[in-house]
């Protein structure tokens, strides 16, 4: 019997299983395809920035970048709320900290390519290799 503990028929239980669960339900499908497509040997190939070896690949950082996105955040500090996201762990998802993510962003800055660039006025940089 369903007995109402506000305005709508429902009630909540306790779950005790041991289950893990995410609250980002469509994430997973995106980390799937991001993989199906090869995509992290393809970063691994093609965007050797990284100098040391670290806990998180370049292709950590990238696949962490577009679950992000994904899943509607717009700064590095959303990082942090994928990160302790027990269920997307366990499905091997990486997710650098927010530090980390801006160390990780700052290695692609080249200040002589922005020397000339005028104040609130849009710029683009040439493209570097």
């Not at 429902?10 to 090869?38: N, W, Y």
């Amino acid at each position: 019997m369903n007995i109402s503990q506000g305005l709508l028929p429902f009630h909540l239980i306790q779950d005790t299983s041991k289950v893990l669960l995410t609250s980002f339900g469509g994430l997973p499908l995106v980390m799937e395809t991001f993989r199906a497509l090869g995509l992290p040997k393809a970063v691994q190939r093609h965007l050797p920035l990284l100098e040391r070896q670290g806990k998180y690949r370049e292709a950590d950082y990238v696949e962490s970048f577009v679950s992000v996105f994904a899943a509607g955040g717009d700064c590095v500090d959303d990082f942090e709320i994928l990160r302790q996201d027990e269920g997307l762990k366990k499905l091997g998802l990486q997710v650098p900290s927010p530090e980390a993510v801006r160390c990780f962003l700052n290695a692609f800055h080249e200040e002589e390519l922005l020397q000339g660039r005028l104040p609130h006025q849009a710029f683009i940089p040439e493209e570097t290799e």
